[in-house]
C-alpha cells in the first residue's frame, strides 16, 4: 500500500524499519529506508510524518512543527490520532484494520499540500 501510495501521490518517503526490519531490499528509487534515526534531527526536514502515534513520536512531531498522520495500533496511539486531529495538526483518522491505499495516498496530498 505504500508503494502504491507514494506512486500515485509522487512524493518520496523516509521509511523507518523499525525492529521488524521494514524494506529490508530494495524497493524503490522515492524510498529511502533507515535504522534506528534521531527524530528531532530528520522531522524538521520533512514535508511530513506518518507514524504509529507513540507519544515520543507525536511530540517531536509536533515540536517540529511538521503535520502528521497517526496510525495506531493500540492504546494510547488512538488517543494521540484524535488529539492531533482535533487540534488541526493533521487530517481526519482512519481505522488502521480499514485502511486503504487511497487513504494513505489521501493523507500523502494533506501533508504536503497543507490540512
Same mark, same amino acid.
Given at each position: 500500500?505504500?508503494? #502504491?501510495?507514494?506512486?500515485? @501521490?509522487?512524493?518520496?518517503?523516509?521509511?523507518?524499519? +523499525? &525492529?521488524? =526490519?521494514? +524494506?529490508?531490499?530494495?524497493?524503490?528509487?522515492?524510498?529511502?529506508?533507515? +535504522? !534506528?534515526?534521531?527524530? *528531532?534531527?530528520? %522531522?524538521?526536514?520533512? *514535508?511530513?510524518?506518518?507514524?504509529?502515534?507513540? @507519544? =515520543?513520536?507525536?511530540?517531536? @512531531?509536533?515540536? *517540529?512543527?511538521?503535520?502528521? %498522520?497517526?496510525?495506531?495500533? %493500540?492504546?494510547?496511539?488512538?488517543? &494521540?490520532?484524535?488529539?492531533?486531529?482535533?487540534?488541526?495538526?493533521?487530517?481526519k483518522p482512519?481505522?488502521?484494520?480499514?485502511?486503504?491505499? *487511497? !487513504?494513505?495516498?489521501?493523507?500523502?496530498? #494533506?501533508?504536503?499540500?497543507?490540512?
Open positions: 500500500m505504500m508503494m #502504491e501510495s507514494v506512486n500515485k @501521490s509522487k512524493c518520496r518517503i523516509v521509511l523507518g524499519q +523499525g &525492529w521488524v =526490519g521494514l +524494506g529490508n531490499g530494495y524497493l524503490q528509487d522515492d524510498i529511502f529506508c533507515v +535504522g !534506528d534515526t534521531h527524530h *528531532a534531527t530528520l %522531522f524538521p526536514k520533512m *514535508a511530513g510524518i506518518i507514524h504509529h502515534g507513540g @507519544s =515520543g513520536t507525536t511530540h517531536t @512531531s509536533a515540536k *517540529a512543527g511538521i503535520p502528521q %498522520f497517526i496510525l495506531p495500533q %493500540f492504546m494510547d496511539p488512538y488517543y &494521540w490520532d484524535h488529539r492531533i486531529y482535533q487540534m488541526g495538526m493533521g487530517p482512519v481505522i488502521p484494520k480499514r485502511i486503504k491505499s *487511497a !487513504d494513505i495516498t489521501n493523507a500523502f496530498d #494533506e501533508l504536503t499540500n497543507g490540512l
